[in-house]
C-alpha cells in the first residue's frame, strides 16, 4: 500500500457520521408504509396466488398441457371462485419442503396449499393460521414387496429414506425412540431424488404420509411390488394455511371448505347444483345456496359463489374421488360424519 | 502493492497543505464522494435492515439463537461424533461442521494427488498419456460439478443391493448402502499410538532442523531418515506393544436388512467424495503444469553442471521455484473445494449446508440458519488463506 | 463453487521448431512420442488397450444396444419394458427422443416452443458477436441492449400478437443462458466499479470494495442462492415482492460481481504505472484517465479471465436446482420423475451434460486462442 492511501481513520469517523445524518430520513419513511388485508391486495391484483406442491400426484400436479391438477389446487381454485368468479383467476406457484413457509410470511403467495401439517408450532411461532383441515392424514411407511415385512417393527435395522424440514423425519425418530428400533436414515431434500433412492434399492423402506406414500406407489410401473404397511405412526391433519391476523381471509378459506363438505352432506353436486338452486326447498341449500339470507355478503362475496364452486369443481366427495381415487387413496377417515362416521363435518350454513 | 521497491528516501510523507474547502480540492472531493457512496450503501442496508425487523415483528417470527439448545430430532446418517436425535440443534450443527470438514480435507489431499499425476501426466513425452490427461481435463471442466455428482450418485445407486453386494475381498462388501471394510475396535492402545505418530512427526521435524544447523555449522551432512522411519514408525509400534498390543477385527457381515460391523463408507459420501476429487483434479492439473513450466530449463542444466543429483535437482531447485507459482492458484482450488462441497446438499450428505437448512425449516429461523452456513464457511475460508498465505511466505522469494 | 482461479500465469508457449529431415513421417513420429523407451512402450500399449477397450464399450452402450424409440399406449404412457430389459447393456436414448423438448424448454406451452428455441438461437449470435474483436467499442452496448430486450419480448410476449406467458413456465435451456448472460451483462459493470474501488486511495470506498468482494468470495454460491430464496421476501418491505427467478438472479449477479471485479482488478494491476503517470500528467480528471487510459488497456487483457470466469458461472447456474428453478439440468432431473422413465438418468445426464459440455468448450477454445493471440507481442 502506498503512503497515500494510508487509512484515516479521522476521515472514516467523518464519513460514518454523515451517513447517519443521512440514512435518518430513509428509516422514517419506511417505518410509516402501511399495511392493507390479503383479500384487499388479491382483489386488487385480480388473482389469488397460491403455493402448491412442486409435484405430487394426486395433489398437485402439472399435467402434459402445463396445467395444474389436484386436491391442493382445486381448492385454489375454489377460493378464485369464490373471489371472482373465474377458477383461471389463480397462480400456481410450486414451492419445496424449505421455502414454503418463507412464501406465505413474505407476502409472495396468499395462500399455501401444499399438504401442511397443522402443528402448535406452526400456528404459533411461524405465524399461521390453519383456517381448516381438508385431509386426514397419517405418516406411514412403504416397503418392496419382495423385502417380506408385514410391520413397522420388523424394520429394526433397516435404512429409511426421509425427507428433511418436514414434520416425518420428527415424527420418525420419535417412533423409533418410542419402540426401540434403531434405523439408518438417508436423508435427501428433493422428493423425486428421496423417491428414486427408494426406487433403486438405497433404502429399504420410504416413510412420508400415507397420501403420499399411495401417490408414489400408484406412480411405479409395477405398484403390486410395494406394500404400505399398515401402521400409521403419526397424526398429520393438512389443510391450506394463511397468514395469522388475516381473519377476513381465514373465514373465507374455512367456509369454501365447509362449503364443500356441506354441498356433498347435502348430495349436491356439479350435475344438480343448479337444479336445486332453483327447486331445493331446504332451508340450508337455499341459504348456502346463495337464494335466501345474505351469508356470502357475510364473507364478503357473491351470493352465489358456493353455486359456482360446486358447478365448476363439484362437492368435497367429486373432488376427492376425481384426485385422490385415482391414485388409490380410499376415502377412510375423510369421508363424511353426517352419513359414513367419517371425520369431515360442517358447521351450519346459518 | 508493495513498498519493497521504493526508495526510502521518497516515503516520507509530502508537507500538508491545508484543507481548503472548494470542489477543485482532490481532498474535498475525495471526501464528499467517500460520504456519499458510504451513506447510499449505509441507508440501503439500513433500510434493508428496518424492513426485515418490521418484518420479523409483523409476522412473528421469533429471532434469536435461543433454538441452538432446543432438541433437533433429526436424523443424521454419518457423525464423526456420537449423536442421537435426541441432542440438541448445536450439536447436530457440529456434526454438520466436521462432516463438511472431513469431506474437505480428504478431498483436498486426495485431489492434489490425482492432481498433480494427471497435470505431469499432460507434460508427458508419450502422446498417449498427454492426450488422456489433456481430455480429461477438458471434459472434467467444461461440465457443472451438480451435474457430475447426481451422475456419480446414479452410478452409486445403481450398485447391487446389500444381499447380493459385491465381495471383491473376504470383508469387503461393496453394495448400494456403501463399502463396508472390516475395522479394528478401537481401544485406548491405538489412541496412544495415534499420539505417538503424531509426536514422532513433531520430533522429527525437531531432529530435521537440529541436523540441519549442524550442518550449516560444520558443512558435514548428516543422515535424518534412520531417526525419521525409528521416531515416526517406531514410536507408535512400540506405544502400542507396551499397551497390550491389542487386535480385534470387527469384520462387517449381512445381518437383517444390512451389514453390520466393520466400518462404512456411505455412497453419498463416496459420490461427493469421487465429485469433487474428479472435478478439482481438472483444476490442480493445470496449476501444476503451469508451475512445472514456470521453471526454465536452465535450472536443471545449471544443477546438474554444479554435482546434484536427480531428487536433488528436483527437491532443491526445481520444486522451490514451482511451488512459488503453484501455491496461490492451488489456495483458490482448496477455496473452490470446500466451498463446492456444500453441494452435498442437493445427494443427501449431511454437510453443515444439509443440516442447517433442515434446522431453518423446522424453526423458521432462516436468517439465523443462513448465517450460520455463511459463518462456518468465511471461518474455514480464512483459515484456509490465512494458512496458505503462511506458507506462501515461508517459500515467496527473499529479495535483498 | 467458482472455478476461477485469478492471476494464473499465462503458460509460456513453446515455439515450434522445425524438425530435422530424418525425423519426419508417421514411423519416426510413433518411434518419437510412443516408443522412446521399454516403458513408454508399455505404458502406451497399456493406454492404447484400455482406451481401444472404453471406446468399444461405449460404442456398445451408446449405439450398438441402445434403444431409440419406444411405443407409448393410448394414456400417453410411454412402455420402457424394452429399455429396462436391457439391463444397462445399452442407451435408453428413448428418453431423450420423448423428452427433450421438455427438457430444453420446459413447461413453455408447446405450441409456442418456436419462441424459447429462437431465444436460445440469439443467445449463440450474441456470444458470436461479442466474440468478434471488430465489434470490441461502444456498439457492443446497443447490441446487448437491443438483444437482450428482444429474448425478454420473446419470452414474455403480450405484444406483437405474442400471447403472454408467465414467467412461472419459463424453463430449460434459456433460463441457463439467462441467468448466466443477464448476469454477466449486470455483474460487469458492477465488477469494474469494484475494482476501480478497490484500487481506490479513498479509504472508506476501499474498505466497502474489499469487504464486499472477500465475504462474498468466502461463501458457497449456494449459500447466497438459499438467501435469495428464503431471506430476500424478509429484506423487502411489506407487500413488496420479487419473483423467485429474480431473486436468484440478483444472487447470481452479486456473486459474479465479486469475482469479475478480481478479474479486472488483475487487468489494472497489470498496466505499467507510466500510464497512470502519464495520464495524470497530461492533467485528465480521475474518470476521463480510467475512461479513456486504464480501462480500454486494461479490459483487454482480462478478456480471457474473463471468459473463462463466465463458462464457471455458466456451470454454475445449474445450482438453482437446489432452490427449484427449472433450469436444464433441473428440467432434466424433472424430465425422469415419470414413473416411465425412472432409472434412465445416465441416459439424461449425457445429453444434459453434452449441451453444457458444447458452449464451455466452445468459449474455452475461444478463450485460449485469443490469450495465445492476445500474447503475441510479448513473445520474441
Given at each position: 500500500?502506498?503512503?497515500?492511501?494510508?487509512?484515516?481513520?479521522?476521515?472514516?469517523a467523518?464519513?460514518?457520521?454523515?451517513?447517519?445524518?443521512?440514512?435518518?430520513?430513509?428509516?422514517?419513511?419506511?417505518?410509516?408504509?402501511p399495511?392493507?388485508?390479503?383479500?384487499?391486495?388479491?382483489?386488487?391484483?385480480?388473482?389469488?396466488?397460491?403455493?402448491?406442491?412442486?409435484?405430487?400426484?394426486?395433489?398437485?400436479?402439472?399435467?402434459?398441457?402445463?396445467?395444474?391438477?389436484?386436491?391442493?389446487?382445486?381448492?385454489?381454485?375454489?377460493?378464485?371462485?369464490?373471489?371472482?368468479?373465474?377458477?383461471?383467476?389463480?397462480?400456481?406457484?410450486?414451492?419445496?419442503?424449505?421455502?414454503?413457509?418463507?412464501?406465505?410470511?413474505?407476502?409472495e403467495?396468499?395462500?399455501?396449499?401444499?399438504?401442511?401439517?397443522?402443528?402448535?408450532?406452526?400456528?404459533?411461532?411461524?405465524?399461521?393460521?390453519?383456517?381448516?383441515?381438508?385431509?386426514?392424514?397419517?405418516?406411514?411407511?412403504?416397503?418392496?414387496r419382495?423385502?417380506?415385512?408385514?410391520?413397522a417393527?420388523?424394520?429394526?435395522?433397516?435404512?429409511?429414506?426421509?425427507?428433511?424440514?418436514?414434520?416425518t423425519?420428527?415424527?420418525?425418530?420419535?417412533?423409533?425412540?418410542?419402540?426401540?428400533?434403531?434405523?439408518?436414515?438417508?436423508?435427501?431434500?428433493?422428493?423425486?431424488e428421496?423417491?428414486?433412492?427408494?426406487?433403486?434399492?438405497?433404502?429399504?423402506?420410504?416413510?412420508?404420509?400415507?397420501?403420499g406414500?399411495?401417490?408414489?406407489?400408484?406412480?411405479?410401473?409395477?405398484?403390486?411390488?410395494?406394500?404400505?404397511?399398515?401402521?400409521?405412526?403419526?397424526?398429520?391433519?393438512?389443510?391450506?394455511?394463511v397468514?395469522?391476523?388475516?381473519?377476513?381471509?381465514?373465514?373465507?378459506?374455512?367456509?369454501?371448505?365447509?362449503?364443500?363438505?356441506?354441498?356433498?352432506?347435502?348430495?349436491?353436486?356439479?350435475?344438480?347444483?343448479?337444479?336445486?338452486?332453483?327447486?331445493?326447498?331446504?332451508?340450508?341449500?337455499?341459504?348456502?345456496?346463495?337464494?335466501?339470507?345474505?351469508?356470502?355478503?357475510?364473507l364478503?362475496?357473491?351470493?352465489?359463489w358456493?353455486?359456482?364452486?360446486?358447478?365448476?369443481?363439484?362437492?368435497?366427495?367429486?373432488?376427492?374421488?376425481?384426485?385422490?381415487?385415482?391414485?388409490?387413496?380410499?376415502?377412510?377417515?375423510?369421508?363424511?360424519?353426517?352419513?359414513?362416521?367419517?371425520?369431515?363435518?360442517?358447521?351450519?350454513?346459518? | 502493492?508493495?513498498?519493497?521497491?521504493?526508495?526510502?528516501?521518497?516515503?516520507?510523507?509530502?508537507?500538508?497543505?491545508?484543507?481548503?474547502?472548494?470542489?477543485?480540492?482532490?481532498?474535498?472531493?475525495?471526501?464528499?464522494?467517500?460520504?456519499?457512496?458510504v451513506?447510499?450503501?449505509?441507508?440501503?442496508?439500513?433500510?434493508?435492515?428496518s424492513?426485515?425487523?418490521?418484518?420479523?415483528?409483523?409476522?412473528?417470527?421469533?429471532?434469536?439463537?435461543?433454538?441452538?439448545?432446543?432438541?433437533?430430532?433429526?436424523?443424521?446418517?454419518?457423525?464423526?461424533?456420537?449423536?442421537?436425535?435426541?441432542?440438541?440443534?448445536?450439536?447436530?450443527?457440529?456434526?454438520?461442521?466436521?462432516?463438511?470438514?472431513?469431506?474437505?480435507?480428504?478431498?483436498?489431499?486426495?485431489?492434489t494427488?490425482?492432481?498433480?499425476?494427471?497435470?505431469?501426466?499432460?507434460?508427458?513425452?508419450?502422446?498417449?498419456?498427454?492426450?488422456?490427461?489433456a481430455?480429461?481435463?477438458?471434459?472434467?471442466?467444461?461440465?457443472?460439478?451438480?451435474?457430475?455428482?447426481?451422475f456419480?450418485?446414479?452410478?452409486?445407486?445403481?450398485?447391487?443391493?446389500?444381499?447380493?453386494?459385491?465381495?471383491?475381498?473376504?470383508?469387503?462388501?461393496?453394495?448400494?448402502?456403501?463399502?463396508?471394510?472390516?475395522?479394528?475396535i478401537?481401544?485406548?492402545?491405538?489412541?496412544?499410538?495415534?499420539?505417538?505418530?503424531?509426536?514422532?512427526?513433531?520430533?522429527?521435524?525437531?531432529?530435521?532442523?537440529?541436523?540441519?544447523?549442524?550442518?550449516?555449522?560444520?558443512?558435514?551432512?548428516?543422515?535424518?531418515?534412520?531417526?525419521?522411519i525409528?521416531l515416526?514408525?517406531?514410536?507408535?509400534?512400540?506405544?502400542?506393544q507396551?499397551m497390550g498390543?491389542?487386535?480385534?477385527?470387527?469384520?462387517?457381515?449381512?445381518r437383517?436388512?444390512?451389514?453390520?460391523?466393520?466400518?462404512?463408507?456411505?455412497?453419498?459420501?463416496?459420490?461427493?467424495?469421487?465429485?469433487?476429487?474428479?472435478?478439482?483434479?481438472?483444476?490442480?492439473?493445470?496449476?501444476?503444469?503451469?508451475?512445472?513450466?514456470?521453471?526454465?530449463?536452465?535450472?536443471?542444466?545449471?544443477?546438474?553442471?554444479?554435482?546434484?543429483?536427480?531428487?536433488?535437482?528436483?527437491?532443491?531447485?526445481?520444486?522451490?521455484?514451482?511451488?512459488?507459482?503453484?501455491?496461490?492458484?492451488?489456495?483458490?482450488n482448496?477455496?473452490?473445494?470446500?466451498?463446492?462441497?456444500?453441494?452435498?446438499?442437493?445427494?443427501?450428505?449431511?454437510?453443515?449446508?444439509?443440516?442447517?437448512?433442515?434446522?431453518?425449516?423446522?424453526?423458521?429461523?432462516?436468517?439465523?440458519?443462513?448465517?450460520?452456513?455463511?459463518?462456518?464457511?468465511?471461518?474455514?475460508?480464512?483459515?484456509?488463506?490465512?494458512?496458505?498465505?503462511?506458507y506462501?511466505?515461508?517459500?515467496?522469494?527473499?529479495?535483498? | 463453487?467458482?472455478?476461477?482461479?485469478?492471476?494464473?500465469?499465462?503458460?509460456?508457449?513453446?515455439?515450434?521448431?522445425?524438425?530435422?529431415?530424418?525425423?519426419?513421417?508417421?514411423?519416426?513420429?510413433?518411434?518419437?512420442?510412443?516408443?522412446?523407451?521399454?516403458?513408454?512402450?508399455?505404458?502406451?500399449?497399456?493406454?492404447?488397450?484400455?482406451?481401444?477397450?472404453?471406446?468399444?464399450?461405449?460404442?456398445?452402450?451408446?449405439?450398438?444396444?441402445?434403444?431409440w424409440?419406444?411405443?407409448?399406449?393410448?394414456?400417453?404412457?410411454?412402455?420402457?419394458?424394452?429399455?429396462?430389459?436391457?439391463?444397462?447393456?445399452?442407451?435408453?436414448?428413448?428418453?431423450?427422443?420423448?423428452?427433450?423438448?421438455?427438457?430444453?424448454?420446459?413447461?413453455?406451452?408447446?405450441?409456442?416452443?418456436?419462441?424459447?428455441?429462437l431465444?436460445?438461437?440469439?443467445?449463440?449470435?450474441?456470444?458470436i458477436?461479442?466474440?468478434?474483436?471488430?465489434?470490441?467499442?461502444?456498439?457492443?452496448?446497443?447490441?446487448?441492449?437491443?438483444?437482450?430486450?428482444?429474448?425478454?419480448?420473446?419470452?414474455?410476449?403480450?405484444?406483437?400478437?405474442?400471447?403472454?406467458?408467465?414467467?412461472?413456465?419459463?424453463?430449460?435451456?434459456?433460463?441457463?443462458?439467462?441467468l448466466?448472460?443477464?448476469?454477466?451483462?449486470?455483474?460487469f459493470?458492477?465488477?469494474?466499479?469494484?475494482?476501480?474501488?478497490?484500487?481506490?486511495?479513498?479509504?472508506?470506498?476501499?474498505?466497502?470494495?474489499?469487504?464486499?468482494?472477500?465475504?462474498?468470495?468466502?461463501?458457497?454460491?449456494?449459500?447466497?442462492?438459499?438467501?435469495?430464496?428464503?431471506?430476500?421476501?424478509?429484506?423487502?418491505?411489506?407487500?413488496?415482492?420479487?419473483?423467485?427467478?429474480?431473486?436468484?438472479?440478483?444472487?447470481?449477479?452479486?456473486?459474479?460481481?465479486?469475482?469479475?471485479a478480481?478479474?479486472?482488478?488483475?487487468?489494472?494491476?497489470?498496466?505499467?504505472?507510466?500510464?497512470?503517470?502519464?495520464?495524470?500528467?497530461?492533467?485528465?480528471?480521475?474518470?476521463?484517465?480510467?475512461?479513456?487510459?486504464?480501462?480500454?488497456?486494461?479490459?483487454?487483457?482480462?478478456?480471457?479471465?474473463?471468459?473463462?470466469?463466465?463458462?464457471?458461472?455458466?456451470?454454475?447456474?445449474?445450482?438453482?436446482?437446489?432452490?427449484?428453478?427449472?433450469?436444464?439440468?433441473?428440467a432434466?432431473?424433472?424430465?425422469?420423475?415419470?414413473?416411465?422413465?425412472?432409472?434412465?438418468g445416465?441416459?439424461?445426464?449425457?445429453?444434459?451434460?453434452?449441451?453444457?459440455?458444447?458452449?464451455?468448450?466452445?468459449?474455452?477454445?475461444?478463450?485460449?486462442?485469443?490469450?495465445?493471440?492476445?500474447?503475441?507481442?510479448?513473445?520474441?
Amino acid at each position: 500500500m502506498t503512503s497515500t492511501s494510508r487509512f484515516n481513520f479521522l476521515r472514516l469517523a467523518g464519513a460514518a457520521a454523515v451517513t447517519a445524518l443521512l440514512s435518518g430520513p430513509a428509516i422514517a419513511q419506511q417505518a410509516a408504509a402501511p399495511s392493507g388485508s390479503t383479500l384487499d391486495a388479491i382483489r386488487a391484483r385480480g388473482t389469488l396466488i397460491c403455493g402448491v406442491n412442486t409435484g405430487l400426484a394426486g395433489f398437485a400436479q402439472p399435467d402434459s398441457q402445463g396445467v395444474w391438477r389436484g386436491f391442493d389446487t382445486d381448492y385454489c381454485r375454489a377460493i378464485a371462485i369464490a373471489l371472482f368468479n373465474d377458477a383461471s383467476k389463480v397462480r400456481f406457484v410450486p414451492t419445496t419442503a424449505q421455502n414454503r413457509f418463507t412464501a406465505l410470511q413474505s407476502g409472495e403467495v396468499d395462500v399455501l396449499s401444499r399438504n401442511t401439517t397443522w402443528t402448535l408450532s406452526r400456528d404459533t411461532s411461524l405465524g399461521f393460521d390453519f383456517p381448516a383441515i381438508n385431509f386426514y392424514d397419517g405418516q406411514g411407511f412403504m416397503v418392496k414387496r419382495s423385502l417380506g415385512v408385514n410391520a413397522a417393527r420388523d424394520l429394526n435395522g433397516a435404512t429409511i429414506c426421509v425427507q428433511p424440514g418436514t414434520t416425518t423425519e420428527q415424527n420418525l425418530t420419535d417412533w423409533a425412540r418410542a419402540n426401540r428400533v434403531q434405523f439408518q436414515p438417508v436423508v435427501i431434500e428433493r422428493l423425486e431424488e428421496v423417491v428414486s433412492a427408494y426406487v433403486a434399492g438405497r433404502c429399504d423402506a420410504y416413510t412420508t404420509d400415507v397420501s403420499g406414500l399411495a401417490a408414489t406407489r400408484s406412480a411405479q410401473p409395477r405398484p403390486a411390488d410395494h406394500v404400505i404397511l399398515p401402521d400409521v405412526i403419526s397424526k398429520e391433519p393438512l389443510g391450506p394455511l394463511v397468514r395469522h391476523g388475516d381473519q377476513r381471509f381465514a373465514d373465507l378459506v374455512r367456509w369454501v371448505h365447509f362449503g364443500l363438505i356441506a354441498a356433498e352432506e347435502f348430495g349436491i353436486t356439479a350435475a344438480n347444483v343448479e337444479e336445486a338452486a332453483r327447486s331445493d326447498a331446504r332451508p340450508e341449500v337455499q341459504r348456502m345456496l346463495g337464494r335466501n339470507g345474505d351469508l356470502g355478503q357475510m364473507l364478503g362475496v357473491d351470493p352465489a359463489w358456493m353455486a359456482r364452486i360446486i358447478r365448476s369443481l363439484g362437492n368435497y366427495g367429486e373432488i376427492y374421488a376425481r384426485n385422490l381415487e385415482p391414485i388409490g387413496i380410499p376415502r377412510g377417515r375423510n369421508a363424511l360424519w353426517t352419513t359414513a362416521g367419517g371425520l369431515q363435518y360442517a358447521p351450519p350454513f346459518r | 502493492m508493495s513498498d519493497a521497491t521504493v526508495d526510502p528516501r521518497f516515503r516520507r510523507k509530502p508537507p500538508r497543505r491545508p484543507l481548503r474547502l472548494s470542489w477543485s480540492d482532490e481532498r474535498v472531493r475525495g471526501i464528499v464522494w467517500q460520504v456519499l457512496v458510504v451513506a447510499l450503501i449505509g441507508s440501503v442496508i439500513w433500510w434493508l435492515w428496518s424492513n426485515t425487523v418490521h418484518n420479523l415483528e409483523v409476522r412473528r417470527i421469533a429471532t434469536g439463537f435461543g433454538f441452538l439448545q432446543r432438541e433437533a430430532g433429526l436424523p443424521i446418517a454419518e457423525s464423526l461424533i456420537p449423536y442421537d436425535p435426541t441432542d440438541t440443534y448445536l450439536r447436530a450443527l457440529a456434526v454438520g461442521v466436521l462432516n463438511t470438514l472431513k469431506v474437505a480435507v480428504v478431498g483436498i489431499v486426495l485431489a492434489t494427488i490425482l492432481g498433480t499425476i494427471i497435470g505431469v501426466a499432460r507434460l508427458s513425452k508419450n502422446f498417449l498419456v498427454s492426450r488422456i490427461a489433456a481430455f480429461y481435463v477438458e471434459v472434467i471442466r467444461d461440465l457443472p460439478l451438480l451435474l457430475q455428482l447426481l451422475f456419480w450418485y446414479t452410478i452409486m445407486q445403481g450398485l447391487p443391493g446389500p444381499r447380493q453386494a459385491l465381495n471383491p475381498v473376504e470383508g469387503v462388501f461393496l453394495s448400494n448402502r456403501g463399502l463396508k471394510l472390516p475395522w479394528i475396535i478401537w481401544e485406548s492402545a491405538h489412541t496412544a499410538a495415534l499420539l505417538a505418530f503424531v509426536a514422532g512427526i513433531v520430533l522429527t521435524w525437531l531432529y530435521a532442523r537440529a541436523a540441519r544447523a549442524k550442518q550449516y555449522a560444520d558443512g558435514q551432512p548428516r543422515r535424518v531418515w534412520p531417526a525419521a522411519i525409528a521416531l515416526i514408525i517406531g514410536l507408535p509400534i512400540l506405544t502400542w506393544q507396551v499397551m497390550g498390543a491389542p487386535w480385534e477385527v470387527d469384520w462387517p457381515a449381512l445381518r437383517g436388512f444390512n451389514f453390520r460391523g466393520g466400518t462404512n463408507m456411505s455412497p453419498e459420501f463416496a459420490a461427493l467424495l469421487i465429485g469433487l476429487v474428479t472435478y478439482t483434479a481438472g483444476f490442480i492439473a493445470e496449476v501444476v503444469r503451469a508451475g512445472i513450466l514456470s521453471v526454465s530449463h536452465g535450472q536443471w542444466e545449471a544443477a546438474q553442471a554444479l554435482g546434484l543429483r536427480h531428487g536433488s535437482v528436483l527437491r532443491l531447485i526445481v520444486m522451490p521455484q514451482a511451488l512459488r507459482v503453484i501455491i496461490p492458484p492451488m489456495t483458490s482450488n482448496y477455496l473452490n473445494l470446500t466451498k463446492n462441497s456444500s453441494l452435498a446438499v442437493a445427494i443427501g450428505y449431511q454437510d453443515i449446508v444439509s443440516i442447517a437448512n433442515t434446522t431453518l425449516n423446522q424453526t423458521g429461523q432462516a436468517i439465523e440458519g443462513i448465517a450460520i452456513i455463511m459463518l462456518v464457511y468465511l471461518t474455514i475460508s480464512l483459515s484456509i488463506s490465512l494458512f496458505m498465505n503462511w506458507y506462501n511466505a515461508r517459500i515467496a522469494l527473499v529479495e535483498r | 463453487m467458482s472455478d476461477i482461479t485469478v492471476n494464473t500465469p499465462a503458460i509460456p508457449a513453446q515455439s515450434a521448431r522445425s524438425a530435422p529431415l530424418t525425423a519426419v513421417g508417421p514411423i519416426a513420429w510413433m518411434r518419437a512420442n510412443l516408443f522412446s523407451g521399454w516403458l513408454s512402450t508399455a505404458v502406451t500399449l497399456v493406454c492404447g488397450y484400455l482406451i481401444i477397450r472404453a471406446v468399444m464399450g461405449f460404442v456398445d452402450w451408446a449405439f450398438i444396444n441402445a434403444i431409440w424409440s419406444v411405443p407409448v399406449d393410448g394414456r400417453g404412457i410411454a412402455q420402457t419394458q424394452a429399455c429396462r430389459d436391457l439391463h444397462g447393456t445399452g442407451a435408453c436414448w428413448a428418453v431423450v427422443t420423448e423428452k427433450h423438448r421438455f427438457m430444453l424448454f420446459g413447461t413453455y406451452p408447446y405450441e409456442q416452443h418456436w419462441r424459447p428455441a429462437l431465444v436460445c438461437i440469439l443467445f449463440v449470435a450474441l456470444y458470436i458477436v461479442s466474440a468478434m474483436r471488430r465489434f470490441w467499442n461502444w456498439t457492443l452496448v446497443p447490441i446487448w441492449i437491443g438483444t437482450l430486450t428482444a429474448i425478454g419480448i420473446l419470452m414474455w410476449g403480450g405484444v406483437f400478437g405474442l400471447p403472454y406467458v408467465p414467467q412461472e413456465r419459463w424453463g430449460g435451456l434459456p433460463i441457463t443462458l439467462i441467468l448466466a448472460t443477464f448476469g454477466l451483462a449486470f455483474a460487469f459493470p458492477l465488477s469494474i466499479l469494484v475494482a476501480l474501488g478497490r484500487r481506490s486511495n479513498l479509504p472508506a470506498i476501499k474498505v466497502l470494495c474489499v469487504v464486499y468482494v472477500e465475504l462474498i468470495r468466502g461463501v458457497p454460491l449456494i449459500s447466497l442462492l438459499f438467501m435469495a430464496s428464503v431471506m430476500f421476501p424478509l429484506f423487502l418491505p411489506e407487500g413488496m415482492n420479487i419473483d423467485k427467478l429474480l431473486r436468484a438472479q440478483i444472487a447470481i449477479i452479486l456473486f459474479a460481481g465479486a469475482y469479475l471485479a478480481e478479474v479486472v482488478r488483475a487487468g489494472l494491476q497489470s498496466l505499467p504505472k507510466g500510464q497512470y503517470e502519464a495520464a495524470d500528467a497530461m492533467g485528465l480528471s480521475y474518470w476521463q484517465k480510467t475512461g479513456f487510459i486504464i480501462l480500454p488497456q486494461a479490459l483487454r487483457t482480462v478478456i480471457p479471465p474473463l471468459v473463462n470466469t463466465f463458462i464457471g458461472f455458466f456451470k454454475d447456474t445449474s445450482l438453482v436446482l437446489i432452490i427449484g428453478i427449472f433450469d436444464l439440468l433441473t428440467a432434466g432431473k424433472t424430465a425422469i420423475v415419470e414413473p416411465a422413465w425412472q432409472g434412465f438418468g445416465i441416459e439424461v445426464y449425457v445429453f444434459v451434460g453434452l449441451i453444457y459440455l458444447v458452449f464451455c468448450f466452445a468459449m474455452s477454445k475461444y478463450s485460449a486462442g485469443l490469450e495465445a493471440d492476445l500474447n503475441k507481442h510479448r513473445r520474441r
